[in-house]
């Protein structure tokens, strides 16, 4: 059976683990001892009670096999190569360093959920980088959703057990076919399940706890990236059981795995290296692109690639975009460099060494820290108690039953994922209702309302160009483009009381992973006419509405409206 580590955390928490030792330590050779100091450094990790240097002090042991932090980071690290998030180095498999994927990852900042999926979808055995127990050709979590899709829908922890995560091998409608037959058998009862799992913990000499254990990554993958929820089902016996049904958005996976051409290791080392080197090109910008990055900076050298392995794509039957391969999680890493050929990351890093002189800072985030801002929220007595009653509603109810503002704030956007115009424009101004401000959007038809809606600050508007789902889900320079328009227009010709160093909003659906551009055309507007232009998007508002209908609280008046740059939580 595969056995995935189960760090204990939520995946958000997983990622900025990942995200806080990178910030720190890329561009060296690391060790786990570097990675424990990172995390703790960041306060995303404790040990006793204990957090900072005391945590690491109360942590270390002599035997580095009863060592809590270290063991619990040395989980993540193998999670994380899992990934393609870090790769050993080739004369220590303790060594690593942070990969381009990886810092891709952390360069989407708070929306790496696409791109997160697309890795999880990559995760496959054998690769040159990973060692397994067992003999497997399998790419699991693929392998997962199609299993899940051919047996009603659904799949149970203790399924995953003794189906997908046992099988030795995806490959071929045959082992699909044995899979669901083992699991549909099992269904009869939960004495037949049970039995099952029995067999499963004697064959590999595992406790049942302990394979249990193993699912809770998988699960809380399923869970986090929406792909599936927990329901219930029935046995043939007509007992109950709780179960794992793919969602709309799991169902759509599931049919995009079906109709991928799977590209293995073993298919790769038929290539030749100049075909190997621009196939991962190729694969690997296409992911970029599924995941909402903007590849058009890259796109001389994606179609210099793609006229290479224009025969391998013609023999595979596919033009590349529907190709499940990742290249930093099948490759070996002379491939791997090969393709995507960096400075040589031989430096061992030091404790010590500065933060500036080891931190590389994702695209788009160099210097341009100061466009990113963490809402300042104050008490506000009408904060919670405007907007609409069905919205207000409909947000509690979130609230309630996710027990979490970041996750009914991610739910309720997914909900509103293809709202068109006429839904999107009132929510986003309902939404500052129920921040307390006053806000309405432009009608139809109104020639002098250029602006899409506006939100009133102390008397003052502040126009708000508004993007969205069906209009595009990741918000584009063209959006800035328009909102310096609206301010433009609204300074120009009146129709609302306004002054210049007010800030001109920018609310979407999505902001795209790769802000470099948007950051620079913001900049760029503020230091030739020093307006200001604020984005916010979806998942951001709403978590602030939440925050006002339960904590009585709503962003500073002051922040808002001289918001410039991302409003982020």
Same mark, same amino acid.
């Not at 932090?69 to 690593?96: C, D, V």
């Not at 913001?522 to 951001?540: E, Q």
């Given at each position: ?244 049904? !793919?969602?709309?958005? /799991?169902?759509? #996976?599931?049919?995009?795995? @079906?109709? $991928?051409?799977? &590209?293995?290791?073993?298919? +790769? *080392? ?45 023999? !595979?039957?596919?033009? /590349?975009?529907? #190709?499940?391969?990742?290249? @930093?999680? $099948?490759?070996? &890493?002379?491939?791997?460099? +090969? *393709? ?67 996750? +009914? *704030? ?68 063209? *959006? ?90």
């Amino acid at each position: 059976m595969l056995r995935f580590p189960n760090p204990g955390s939520t995946i958000d928490n997983f990622v900025s683990v990942y995200s806080a030792a990178f910030e720190r330590l890329n561009g060296y050779t690391v060790n786990l001892d570097n990675i424990v100091s990172a995390v703790v450094a960041a306060n995303l990790a404790t040990s006793s009670g204990y957090m900072g240097e005391k945590a690491v002090a109360r942590s270390t042991r002599a035997d580095r096999s009863r060592d809590p932090l270290y063991n619990q980071l040395k989980m993540y690290a193998e999670l994380f190569r899992t990934l393609g998030w870090l790769h050993p180095i080739p004369q220590s498999a303790l060594n690593f360093t942070f990969t381009l994927l990886g810092k891709q990852v952390v360069a989407a900042g708070r929306d790496f959920w696409p791109l997160l999926e697309e890795c999880v979808l990559g995760i496959v055995y054998p690769t040159p980088i990973l060692t397994v127990r067992g003999d497997f050709d399998l790419r699991p979590f693929a392998f997962i959703l199609c299993v899940m899709a051919a047996c009603d829908g659904h799949l149970s922890r203790d399924e995953m057990i003794i189906g997908p995560l046992s099988a030795p091998s995806d490959r071929g409608q045959a082992n699909l076919d044995s899979v669901v037959a083992t699991i549909k058998a099992a269904r009869k009862s939960a004495a037949d399940t049970n039995s099952s799992v029995a067999a499963v913990s004697v064959a590999r000499n595992i406790q049942v706890n302990t394979l249990q254990n193993y699912t809770r990554w998988p699960i809380a993958l399923l869970r986090d990236l929406g792909w599936a929820t927990r329901r219930q089902a029935r046995f043939r016996d007509g007992r109950k059981y709780q179960t794992f049904y !793919l969602t709309e958005k /799991g169902q759509a #996976l599931a049919d995009r795995v @079906f109709a $991928s051409v799977d &590209l293995r290791v073993n298919d +790769a *080392a038929r290539l030749t290296p100049e075909e190997c080197k621009a196939l991962a090109v190729v694969a690997h910008f296409r992911m970029l692109e599924r995941s909402g990055f903007d590849i058009a900076p890259v796109g001389g050298r994606l179609a210099d690639a793609e006229a290479v392995v224009v025969p391998v794509l013609e023999r !595979l039957g596919t033009d /590349g975009r529907n #190709l499940l391969f990742s290249p @930093f999680q $099948s490759l070996s &890493l002379g491939e791997i460099a +090969a *393709a995507f050929p960096v400075h040589a990351q031989t430096e061992q890093f030091e404790e010590g060494a500065s933060r500036a002189a080891v931190a590389a800072a994702p695209d788009g985030r160099d210097d341009r820290s100061h466009l990113f801002v963490p809402p300042n929220m104050v008490a506000a007595e009408e904060a919670g108690s405007g907007g609409p009653d069905a919205l207000r509603v409909e947000l509690n109810g979130l609230l309630e039953a996710h027990g979490s503002i970041e996750v +009914a *704030a991610a739910v309720f956007a997914e909900y509103h994922a293809r709202d068109t115009q006429v839904a999107f424009y009132p929510l986003v101004t309902h939404l500052f209702q129920i921040l307390g401000y006053k806000s309405d959007y432009s009608r139809a038809g109104v020639n002098y309302q250029r602006w899409d809606a506006y939100v009133m600050v102390d008397g003052c508007a502040l126009p708000i160009e508004i993007k969205s789902p069906t209009e595009e889900i990741m918000l584009s320079t063209k *959006a800035v483009r328009q909102a310096l328009e609206n301010k433009v227009i609204l300074l120009s010709r009146g129709g609302l009381e306004t002054r210049p160093e007010l800030a001109s909003l920018i609310v979407g659906y999505r902001l795209p992973n790769e802000r470099g551009e948007m950051s620079n055309l913001i900049d760029d507007v503020f230091k030739a006419f020093s307006l200001r232009l604020g984005v916010i998007d979806l998942t951001t508002l709403v978590h602030l509405a939440l925050r006002a209908m339960r904590d009585g609280v709503s962003i500073d008046d002051r922040q808002l409206s001289q918001l410039r740059g991302f409003l982020g939580v």
